[in-house]
């Protein structure tokens, strides 16, 4: 007897669900909050909190001292209430970094204020603007065991004067975040605002483990290419219970650009991403790429409202880039007042330098939504593969947009659609086959995929 199209579709993406269980297992891992046995104030270090004098001397210094704890269970730095002004410093392991309520760290706007670092290389220069960039105001490279938290303290980076150099193409090196984490493990952000970042708010790259919850990000409409939250060549990253208002991407995953991110080599993989509140006014509320080099996969996003947003749901690459996007589920998303729904190009992105190699082909697969809803919604989907890398097993299912024009557009892309609305693509009707993939071997896990 011929299977109904229906359960077809709900055994594949059960099956989906189950081999994907890697990443929806990453939000369920418990973080200890077991409090330091040390704990000293920034005022012992001659901090002023009245937002005019400079502080990063005693951040450096308190941080120094706390350093000597680390192999005694830790220590905590607390920030009482106030406006600390400083410029960048650097954390150290086994530390919990305690703002206050009413306690707000905030960035110098003086560029002198900040050091100036090696680009990532994964990205062989910086991201604006050859050479060099501006290392961010929170740092942490090769820690284990950090904290940062808070009873809803603040992070400003007074992002304006970063935007207008951007815009006037008067900076000297890439834009700085307010937090970045290199090559480090066991992160835990958690119960605290960010405004006005200058570039990205929360950036873990290279990094295990990490887990963000319970923040609230928000900068001006016309921030420029300011994203909220970027893992990037990272694992086992939990993003939940969150809002973020952004002026470009809510949410980026990221892997290493062209060539810099292949020979790197490190994915973005068991990512889960749940319970977030999300607005975007010039870019996507979520999006995966373009600089995707390294491979995105193993990602489960569930329980969104996406609103106010050019694009919903974005996945971006471009010849040149390698890697791939692949083993995504999505599902229980709700949009309202989005321009675009679904968008996936493979035409979208910059290249570093001309030493990118035009047959490094992205390969984007297996990427599965169920369960969205839409009102006010522009266009339903812009799906538009490369014609030599199409892209496949692109796979929907109840997914129900009032769409404002036009529905769909799709080229050089196959998969499987059941009760969608609008009517999808020819491409995206296909057989529901499409949504296994060899035997269902593609749903075990990265590592089962590594032959595709």
């Not at 937002?51 to 005694?72: E, P």
């Not at 950036?203 to 483990?209: A, D, G, L, R």
């Not at 390294?294 to 969104?304: A, C, F, N, R, Y």
């Amino acid at each position: 007897m011929k299977m109904p199209v229906a359960l077809v579709w709900l055994l594949a993406f059960s099956i989906l669900l189950i081999g994907g269980e890697g990443s929806n297992a990453v939000c369920k891992e418990s973080f200890k909050l077991d409090p330091r046995p040390h704990s000293v104030s920034i005022l012992e270090f001659g901090a002023v909190g009245d937002g005019k004098a400079l502080n990063t001397l005693a951040f450096q210094n308190a941080i120094f001292y706390l350093k000597s704890f680390a192999d005694k269970g830790g220590a905590q730095l607390y920030v009482p209430p106030g406006k600390w002004l400083t410029g960048s410093f650097n954390l150290t392991s086994h530390l919990t970094l305690f703002l206050e309520k009413g306690a707000t760290i905030l960035a110098s706007p003086d560029p002198s204020h900040w050091d100036v670092v090696s680009p990532l290389p994964s990205y062989g220069r910086g991201v604006e603007l050859p050479g060099k960039r501006y290392r961010s105001l929170i740092n942490g490279d090769n820690l284990i065991d950090v904290i940062i938290t808070g009873d809803n303290g603040t992070f400003d980076g007074q992002g304006a004067a970063w935007w207008e150099w951007l815009e006037s193409g008067s900076l000297n090196y890439s834009r700085p975040h307010i937090i970045e984490f290199v090559s480090s493990k066991n992160i835990l952000i958690s119960n605290l605002t960010f405004l006005n970042a200058p570039s990205i708010n929360i950036h873990p790259v290279y990094c295990s483990h990490v887990h963000i919850h319970k923040v609230l990000i928000e900068t001006s409409v016309d921030s420029p290419y300011v994203l909220g939250v970027s893992p990037d060549s990272s694992d086992n990253v939990c993003l939940e219970d969150s809002t973020i208002n952004v002026g470009h991407d809510a949410v980026s995953l990221k892997s290493g650009w062209d060539q810099y991110g292949i020979n790197y080599g490190r994915p973005t993989t068991a990512v889960h991403i749940r319970n977030l509140s999300l607005k975007s006014p010039t870019g996507a509320g979520i999006s995966f790429g373009s600089e995707m080099s390294g491979g995105i996969s193993d990602v489960t996003v569930e329980h969104l409202n996406i609103h106010g947003s050019l694009v919903g749901i974005a996945f971006r690459t471009t010849r040149g880039r390698g890697g791939y996007i692949r083993n995504i589920t999505i599902s229980s998303i709700d949009l309202s007042s989005v321009d675009t729904a679904i968008f996936a190009s493979g035409h979208i992105g910059s290249h570093p330098d001309d030493k990118f190699d035009r047959d490094a082909l992205p390969v984007v697969t297996h990427i599965s939504m169920r369960n969205i809803t839409g009102q006010d919604i522009g266009l339903a989907g812009n799906i538009t593969g490369i014609g030599e890398a199409p892209f496949t097993s692109i796979c929907l299912a109840d997914i129900h947009l009032q769409t404002r024009s036009d529905s769909w557009v799709c080229s050089n892309v196959s998969g499987f659609s059941d009760d969608v609305t609008p009517e999808p693509c020819s491409e995206l009707m296909s057989s529901p086959s499409s949504c296994f993939g060899g035997g269902g071997s593609i749903y075990g896990g990265d590592a089962a995929a590594q032959s595709w």
